[in-house]
């Protein structure tokens, strides 16, 4: 089959393994891919992944129970034991034993096909096109910020890094009504955040106030940490959404002086991501710059790490 794979060198492969199905996995027929920054970097050694690549994607089942046969279906990334500690703990996305679709110990979705377990699937309503399904998984990466800080209408909330992610997150935080700002270097997405309504600054003109209550970084360099702990206040909450593939210098002093509550931030919850996008709370298609053929993947990642162009997406299957 056809993939995009990683083993030191990013490289198309026209004759890779068919996966085949075990246990409780399905078989899905990938339609379609998104690349996001979490690729570029594992693309620059982050995880030491080797394998196919990627983790956001939309397909159809060829292969499993009847009810799921030719179903439509985006994945949780995180294949779990749901047996250990974490599991039992309703903690199943840290599962001790778990692999992560195209991060770590599993192919990911940029090839033909790719195998799931069942109980990752979640099946896409007709009204959502598969050029937005493709943005469920980072969608609800963005929702679980508000899981986990729960906004309020009075708070001042800045988004440090206007990319793919983080005009998802933005878009989330407009929707909760509070005082939001999206920092950034990148005109183009800035100017996207201006026709959404989101007050966004350039960081060049920006004289930061230590005044937010919440900033969520996901600028994905370490020069962002730095810029969002200048904009929080004492004792407000920084939510960190970068990973980064080399190893970053910080001055972490302010967190103890300051009393910086500081939160990681990863997966979230797929179904009000769907919601979303069947409702048309979030604006996803305009994020697409281009669309290439699997083929062309090499291409499309140096397209994605282009500041010109925002998502690239995959096209896979027929």
Not at 50 to 58: D, K, M, R, S
Not at 150 to 164: L, N
Not at 216 to 230: K, L, R, T
Request: net charge neutral; aromatic share 6%; glycine share 8%.
């Amino acid at each position: 089959m056809n993939a995009l794979c990683f083993d030191k060198v990013l490289r198309f492969d026209d004759n890779y393994p068919e996966p085949k199905p075990e246990g409780d996995e399905v078989l899905i027929e990938v339609r379609m891919g998104g690349i996001c920054a979490t690729d570029l970097e594992i693309a620059k050694g982050y995880m030491d992944f080797t394998g196919v690549l990627g983790h956001e994607f939309v397909g159809m089942v060829v292969k499993g129970p009847r009810k799921w046969k030719q179903k439509r279906v985006v994945a949780q990334i995180n294949c779990i034991c749901g047996q250990c500690a974490m599991c039992q703990q309703g903690l199943s996305n840290h599962c001790r034993r778990r692999t992560v679709i195209g991060i770590s110990g599993r192919d990911g979705v940029f090839a033909d096909l790719i195998v799931v377990p069942e109980r990752n699937l979640h099946e896409v309503p007709d009204g959502v096109s598969d050029e937005q399904a493709v943005f469920v998984e980072p969608l609800a990466a963005a929702f679980q910020v508000i899981k986990q800080c729960p906004i309020e209408k009075h708070m001042r909330v800045a988004v440090v890094g206007s990319g793919r992610l983080g005009l998802l997150v933005a878009q989330i935080l407009r929707n909760t009504g509070c005082h939001l700002q999206v920092v950034g270097r990148n005109e183009l997405t800035l100017n996207f955040c201006e026709k959404k309504r989101i007050q966004a600054r350039r960081i060049s003109e920006l004289v930061p106030r230590g005044d937010n209550d919440v900033v969520v970084e996901c600028s994905g360099a370490a020069e962002g940490f730095e810029m969002a702990m200048q904009l929080i206040r004492p004792r407000g909450t920084l939510i960190l959404k970068s990973t980064y593939a080399e190893p970053a210098s910080l001055n972490l002093s302010s967190i103890v002086v300051n009393e910086i509550n500081l939160l990681g931030s990863r997966c979230g919850p797929f179904n009000e991501a769907i919601d979303a996008l069947a409702y048309e709370q979030v604006d996803v298609e305009s994020m697409i710059s281009r669309q290439l053929p699997l083929s062309r993947g090499v291409e499309a990642f140096e397209m994605a790490a282009d500041p010109r162009y925002i998502k690239i997406l995959l096209k896979v299957g027929s």
